[in-house]
């Protein structure tokens, strides 16, 4: 199925809820379409183009004056197997979510800790999305979808991705070039789970054995204890990136905030909790008209109903510079800013 619109509201397919409209809208639900799309319709070339998922990670601060692709192919299917692993296809338009609790469900192990996240399972690489303790870029065997320059369907396999933190090949080199329309994820049939992420085994004992049900169940409880529901209060999950300082600059903070939080991150680098550092400029909670601070998680910047894309970028650049006065640190965001 195609759909082809043209000056369409983009309100219900970005988690923030801004309301910018996409020149042109395509949205397609077969791998081939992108290519009838193409091949056959005017020279697409001209315009600028933006290849949405769910909307989830993304901050429009002004209409899109160009061509929206939204791939929305469904399926989840177990393609090959043997004792110890399960390769499954999943296709880029299924809800991230959704797809992880088929897993759970069928005992395939390896993505419970990434439970909850919202988005789709298409932009997964993109931005390697990653949560307590565990990187989806380490379970992704494939990436599969349709080359823009070439006008040809890819394979690229996940080892030539270049998966960092928050980071992949998608983001870099072939930034806007290529549509996802499916990945295979390889997991795990006999299950070494990772609790040692904060207090997630805490929480995992609470509910009973240790197995990935529970495990599942206690990351939603963590995650809807802290992160606004997308749903009810828009929001696109952590607005910055955790930063990664020397050893040296952390020492010095350290000497005035014992307390502070961080992480080791080899080479004699540590990573700070952006959270933590917006949390001591005082931010957490704030509100200026309709855009704000969540209140239980400063990392997260919420649309109380109405803010523009403008005004939440605007305090989300205020933050960055108290936090910078403060402590000498220049966050990074972790949202595309369109
Ligand atoms: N903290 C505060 N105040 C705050 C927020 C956090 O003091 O307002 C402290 C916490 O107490 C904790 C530390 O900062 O000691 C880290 O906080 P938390 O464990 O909640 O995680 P985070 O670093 O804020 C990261 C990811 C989240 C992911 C969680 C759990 C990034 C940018 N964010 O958040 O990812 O869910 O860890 O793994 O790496 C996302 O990418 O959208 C996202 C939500």
Same mark, same amino acid.
């Given at each position: 199925m195609i759909r082809f619109l043209e000056k369409y509201s983009l309100k219900s397919y970005n988690t923030f809820g801004i309301d910018v409209k996409a020149k042109y809208f395509f949205e397609f639900t077969d791998i081939a379409d992108p290519e009838f799309f193409f091949r056959s319709n005017k020279t697409?070339? *001209?315009e600028k183009i933006l290849i949405l998922g769910g909307g989830s990670n993304i901050l429009f601060i002004s209409d899109f004056n160009g061509l929206v !692709? #939204? +791939? &929305? !192919?469904? /399926?989840? %299917?177990?393609? %090959?197997e043997n004792r110890q692993n399960v390769w499954i296809e999943a296709g880029a338009g299924e809800e991230w979510d959704e797809f992880?609790? #088929?897993c759970v469900f069928s005992e395939f192990s390896?993505?419970? &800790? $990434?439970? $909850?996240? +919202? @988005?789709k399972v298409g932009a997964a690489p993109i931005q390697n999305i990653g949560a307590y303790g565990c990187e989806v870029g380490n379970f992704i065997e494939t990436v599969k979808g349709y080359n823009l320059? &070439? =006008?040809k369907p890819f394979? =690229?396999? @996940?080892?030539?991705? &270049?998966?960092? #933190?928050? *980071?992949?090949?998608?983001?870099?080199?072939?930034k806007g070039k290529v549509i996802v329309t499916s990945v295979v994820f390889r997991l795990e049939k006999f299950p070494e789970f990772d609790l040692s992420y @904060?207090?997630?085994?805490?929480?995992?004992k609470k509910l009973g054995e240790i197995n990935i049900k529970n495990i599942r169940q206690a990351v939603i409880n963590i995650?809807?204890?802290?992160? +606004? *529901? !997308?749903?009810?209060? /828009?929001?696109? /999950?952590s607005f910055f990136k955790n930063p990664v300082v020397g050893i040296s600059q952390t020492e010095k903070i350290k000497k005035l905030y014992p307390e502070i939080p961080y992480y080791p991150a080899g080479n004699d680098m540590v990573k700070l909790a952006a959270g933590w550092l917006i949390d001591q400029c005082g931010w957490k909670g704030y509100r200026e008209g309709d855009a704000g601070v969540h209140e239980k998680q400063a990392l997260v910047l919420v649309n109380f109903g109405n803010a523009t894309g403008k005004e939440i970028f605007d305090l989300s650049e205020k933050i960055r510079n108290s936090v910078f006065e403060k402590f000498g640190i220049g966050l990074e965001r972790e949202v595309n800013v369109i």
């Open positions: 697409w070339n *001209d !692709v #939204y +791939p &929305n !192919v469904p /399926g989840i %299917q177990v393609i %090959q992880v609790r #088929y390896g993505i419970e &800790n $990434l439970s $909850l996240i +919202p @988005g320059e &070439n =006008m394979e =690229m396999a @996940g080892n030539e991705c &270049n998966f960092s #933190y928050r *980071d992949s090949i998608f983001k870099n080199k072939l @904060g207090n997630l085994e805490e929480e995992v995650r809807s204890s802290k992160l +606004p *529901d !997308v749903k009810e209060l /828009g929001s696109a /999950g």
